[in-house]
C-alpha cells in the first residue's frame, strides 16, 4: 500500500474512533461507514442518507473470527460460504448477538455480515480494532456510488470524508443470503441478488457435503426491500422491446408515466412533464463488465441534459448471470413498457 494510501487510512481510522461516519471503498459499492459501538454514529449513518430506520445495515469485518464474535451460531454452512466467497460479495445473515445493536439491524434478530475485499477497507477495518457498519454512500433510493467522487459529490453538504479506493471492481452490490439452520442441516434465501449467483452458493454447498434446501424468504425478513431504489436524478425507462418509432415510444412514456403514484412505499418517482431528449444506456454485452459500469453510466447518463434514459433489455436478460442488473434496473426504473 502506498504511503499517500495508508495516510488516508489513518486519517479515516482516527475519524471513526472519534465518532464520525467515513464513506470507504468496497468490491461491490462505496459504503458510509461507523463503528459498530458508537450509537450516535450509527445514527448519523441514517439521517445522513436519509434512510428510514426500519432498513438494517450491513456489518463489515476484517476476518472470520470477528464475525463469529457477532452471531449467536456458525453454522456449517456459513463456515463453508465465508471460506469460499469471502473476503468478497456475499453478506450472511446470521442471528445475531449482544454485541450488535437492533439500531444495526432495525430491530431484528439477525445481523448481515460481510468481508470486503479491498485492501484499504480491510486495513481500515483491522486499524479501526472494531467491526464497521455501513450501507451504500447514496441518499436514500438513490443510485449507489462506484467511486470517490460519487459519494463525495452525494454528500458535499455533509462534508463527508472519503477514503479513496478508485473504481469498484462488481459494480453491485452483495447477494445477501439468509441462513437458518434446523436439524436437517441449513435453510437458505437469497434476499438480494448478487455477483455470487444461486448456482455458485448451491455447488458450493453440495462439493462441501454440506445438507440444505433454499425457501422464499417472506417479505418482514428482508425489511429494506422497496420497490424503487438506486434511481438516477431523471427518469429512467426500462424497454422490453426496442422502439422504432422514437415519437410514439415519447407518447406512450409520458402517459404511462403520468398515470403512476406520485410515490410508492417512501421513494418519490420521477416522472418528466415533457420528453424532448431522450438517452439510450448503452451497456457492455458481458454481465460482469456491464455491472461494473452500470451505476457509473446511469449517472452520466442522467448529466447530459435529457429528460429522460432509457435501456432496451435484450433476450438474455431473464438469465442467471444478469439477474442482479435486472434486479437493480427495474428497481432504477419509473417505468417497464
Ligand atoms: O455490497 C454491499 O452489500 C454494500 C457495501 C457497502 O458493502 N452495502 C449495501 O448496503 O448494499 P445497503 O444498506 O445499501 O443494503 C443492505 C441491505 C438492506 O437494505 C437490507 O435489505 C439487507 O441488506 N439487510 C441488512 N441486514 C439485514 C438483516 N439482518 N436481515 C435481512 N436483510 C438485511
Ligand atoms: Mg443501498
Known sequence: MSIKMQDQITQATQLLNE?????????????????????????KIFTTKERPFFDPLIVHVASIEQAQKLVQIWPNAA?????????????????????????????????????????MALQLIKEVGCPLAAPSANKFGKTSPTNAKHVAVEFARENVFVLDGGECEVGLESTVLLIESVAAGARLSILREGFVTKSKIESTLVTAGISFEFFQANKTASPGHMKHHYMPSIPFV??????TDIKELKKEILLKISELPEQIEEV????????????????????????????????????TGADLIYFVMHENFTTEPWLALQDRMTKAASLII
Do not use: C
Request: glycine share 6%; aromatic share 4%.
Open 19 to 43: 465518532g464520525h461516519i467515513v464513506g470507504i471503498p468496497t468490491e461491490t459499492v462505496y459504503g458510509l461507514a461507523a463503528r459498530i459501538d458508537q450509537e450516535d454514529a450509527i445514527k
Open 79 to 119: 463456515a463453508v460460504l465465508a471460506k469460499t466467497f469471502w473476503p468478497g460479495p456475499l453478506t450472511l445473515v446470521l442471528p445475531k448477538n449482544e454485541k450488535v445493536s437492533s439500531l444495526i439491524t432495525s430491530g431484528l434478530q439477525t445481523v448481515g455480515l460481510r468481508m470486503p475485499k479491498h485492501p
Open 238 to 243: 426500462l424497454l422490453k422491446n426496442n422502439s
Open 268 to 303: 418519490k418517482i420521477l416522472k418528466p412533464t415533457q420528453i424532448e431528449k431522450l438517452v439510450q444506456l448503452n451497456l457492455s454485452s458481458d454481465p460482469v463488465l456491464a455491472a461494473r459500469e452500470f451505476y457509473a453510466k446511469l449517472r452520466l447518463a442522467a448529466e
